[in-house]
């Protein structure tokens, strides 16, 4: 599984700031990280676990919330989900084989008032395996904010990077393996949707470029009790978790059926 992904970790790494996702699940905003006030911590339910409801075009999915997993990505998402940030919010990024991509809000005024206020990083708890779900973070340490992905496959790779599981899908991963995905990779290096555009574009940006992109509709904290039968999906069978995810454009010079990499220097929100 790590050879799939080795080659994009250099890339990651010398020029995440120039808009180089590759095969991770980068975040576009290199933000000054801000640490999970224990305000936010002691909204965490007293039972521990929470469920949420993301109500999708594609139907709903359940993520069981674990807080003894990630406490500051637990508190940070609760907080999110309670502000109604992932309401009419796009699956952007969704790579066949590898994962879905959500968290870059549909109007940039309401992403703008977060794109400074990062949770600093915490140990691996859990890996990153089918139906995991963690947030998406630049090349740089403490930058995880408002981006998350869900893995539709084995992505254990992504643990030593600093990748840490927060959730896991309980309901409606076939749901999740429905998401739209025949964008690909995201620009510069693929055919779909540019994050720093997104950024400043919003919802849209993406109606009028990417108009066959899934939605999150709503996205709600429910009575845990109403899911206490319900068990993990991750590890059901599926056939976007045996492909192997489409391979970005690696040269500068994008041809035909790839997106031209960005020529200018990259904004901060890129």
Known sequence: MMSRFTPWILCLAVSCLAGCPGETPTASDPEVP?????KQLETLPAGGDFQVLLETTKGNIVLDVH???SPKGAARFKELVEEGFYNDTAFFRV?????AQI???GDPAVHAKWKDNNIMDEPVVESNKRGYVSFAKSGLPNSRSTQFFINFGDNSNLDGMGFSPFAQVIEGMDVVDDLYDGYGEGAPNGRGPHQGKLVEGGNAYLKKEFPMLDYIKKATIVDGSAKEGAKPEAAAPDAKAD???AEPEKKEEAKPEKAAPEKTPAKKDE
């Open 67 to 69: 807080p003894e997993w």
């Open 243 to 245: 492909k192997k995810p």
């Open 95 to 99: 790579i066949d084989g590898f994962m």
């Open 103 to 105: 968290g870059i809000n």
């Open 34 to 38: 801000q640490a999970t006030s224990q």
